[in-house]
């Protein structure tokens, strides 16, 4: 019964942060590679980031520089940090848990537990 839960999203102004945590339940986080996609309307989902289990990190270059992942496994919960936002990354949030077979980073098939996501709107 494993459960994710995505929080932090709103709406904030361009150049703006936030932070979004990824709270897990019924899987312990520490044993897979988080990841974080994002889908916009009339979009596909786009991969954002992985943070892996033992601290390898993925960034997508859109968000590279901008963007941050970390996780408190003490607390189960993963977290993506999202700074100088722009209009373009408006977009509902997921994160997800996954184990690759023999990559550094889960294919997409391979993240197997999913969040219902958080809306992030950057807008004036």
């Known amino acids: 019964q494993v459960h994710l839960v995505e929080s932090g999203g709103g709406l904030v102004q361009p150049g703006g942060s936030l932070r979004l945590s990824c709270v897990a339940s019924?899987?312990?986080?520490?044993?897979?590679?988080i990841g974080w996609f994002r889908q916009a309307p009339g979009k596909a989902r786009e991969d954002v980031s992985c943070l892996t289990s033992d601290g390898s990190t993925y960034i997508a270059d859109s968000v590279k520089g901008r963007f941050a992942v970390s996780r408190d496994n003490s607390k189960n919960t993963a977290y993506l940090h999202l700074n100088s936002l722009k209009p373009e990354d408006t977009a509902v949030y997921y994160c997800?848990?996954?184990?690759?077979?023999?990559?550094?980073?889960?294919?997409?098939?391979?993240?197997?537990?999913w969040g219902q996501g958080t809306q992030v709107t950057v807008s004036s």
């Open positions: 019924g899987v312990t986080l520490d044993d897979y590679a």
């Open positions: 997800t848990a996954g184990q690759s077979v023999r990559a550094i980073f889960p294919l997409r098939e391979e993240y197997h537990y």
